[in-house]
């Protein structure tokens, strides 16, 4: 059974930063091409949408409204994918969500964010 569990959310105040990790297990290998990692985030009253994405070997694609100050990296041997998160904007607030996409769709539980102004 597939599972990701993200951790690394909080409150941090505008222009503050956070590091978001998501770690996956059961039997899916993020360093397998075929699989498609991503980050998602969803506001209150909004819905889901993507921050960004990442397959190995292969680029990484942003939303244009976090390109410049997130980054999506990776951990093979780890098996975790992180979501660096820099210049943070009250507009960021959200629960942030980590995808792994092979075959089916996998979600983890999700980090609440929390930008104070």
């Known amino acids: 059974q597939v599972q990701l569990v993200e951790s690394g959310g909080g409150l941090v105040q505008a222009g503050g930063s956070l590091r978001l990790s998501c770690v996956v297990s059961?039997?899916?290998?993020?360093?397998?091409?075929?699989?498609?990692m991503g980050w998602y985030r969803q506001a209150p009253g909004k819905q889901r949408e993507l921050v960004a994405t990442?397959?190995?070997?292969?680029?990484?694609n942003y939303a244009e409204n976090v390109k410049g100050r997130f980054i999506m990296s990776r951990d093979n041997a780890q098996n975790t994918v992180y979501l660096q998160m820099n210049s943070l904007k009250p507009e960021d607030t959200a629960v942030y969500y980590c995808?792994?996409?092979?075959?089916?769709?996998?979600w983890g539980q999700g980090t609440q964010v929390t930008v104070s102004s």
């Open positions: 059961g039997r899916l290998w993020i360093r397998n091409s075929a699989v498609t």
């Open positions: 995808n792994a996409l092979h075959v089916g769709s996998y």
């Open positions: 990442n397959t190995y070997g292969g680029g990484t």
